[in-house]
């Protein structure tokens, strides 16, 4: 694959200048517009039965020590489509810039808003928003979701998800080739 393909935009106008304080491996997986990226990833989920559900109805990953994933980022006009396959489960969402320098995330119904930070070269996801049909949900029933990606060479990934109740839905930590 090629390595030298063009950064992506959406990421670097939202972490603006500190975009070259990103670990290689991070510009790496954000570099590849348009190519097929496969990996490994550890997945579990939560140990309830309605969490396992709520998973399931959300198109989580399945859970399993060595899942398969490929990924497909594709640009247009300033936004991303995310398409994530894990085993057979397609997770597809769109990611989009706004105002105040926050990624949104979404995925049907699920609107989920970031602040990126750069922690010693890794790029940290942490939720400010989430929002369910376009509605704000209050704070306490807000899911806790985050995310790291980092990596000197090949970019690793790791992201967990619960949700007030249930607890656990996912969390799946892996490496893109």
């Known amino acids: 694959m090629d390595d030298a393909a063009s950064p992506s935009e959406l990421y670097r106008s939202v972490v603006g200048n500190s975009w070259d304080r990103l670990d290689p491996g991070v510009h790496r ?3 590849r517009d348009g190519l097929v990226q496969r990996g490994r990833f550890r997945v579990r989920r939560g140990g309830n039965w309605l969490a396992r559900a ?10 399993g020590d060595a899942v398969e ?11 991303e489509s995310w398409r994530r396959v894990f085993g ?41 928003e989430a929002r369910f049909f376009g509605f704000r949900l209050p704070r306490r ?8 990606e980092w990596g000197a060479d ?24």
């Open 88 to 128: 057979k489960n397609p997770l597809v969402s769109e990611q989009y810039r706004v105002e105040g320098g926050i990624l949104v995330e979404r995925g049907g119904p699920v609107e989920l808003h970031f602040r990126l930070e750069i922690e010693r070269g890794a790029l940290v996801f942490k939720l400010v």
């Open 141 to 148: 029933l807000q899911p806790r979701v985050s995310g790291r």
């Open 54 to 63: 709520v998973a399931a109805i959300l198109r989580l990953p399945p859970e």
């Open 29 to 31: 997986l954000h570099g």
């Open 69 to 79: 994933c490929s990924l497909l980022i594709a640009s247009r006009g300033g936004r």
């Open 154 to 177: 090949l970019p690793r990934v790791a992201i967990r998800a619960e949700a007030p109740v249930l607890g656990l839905l996912v969390a799946y930590e892996g490496t893109m080739e």
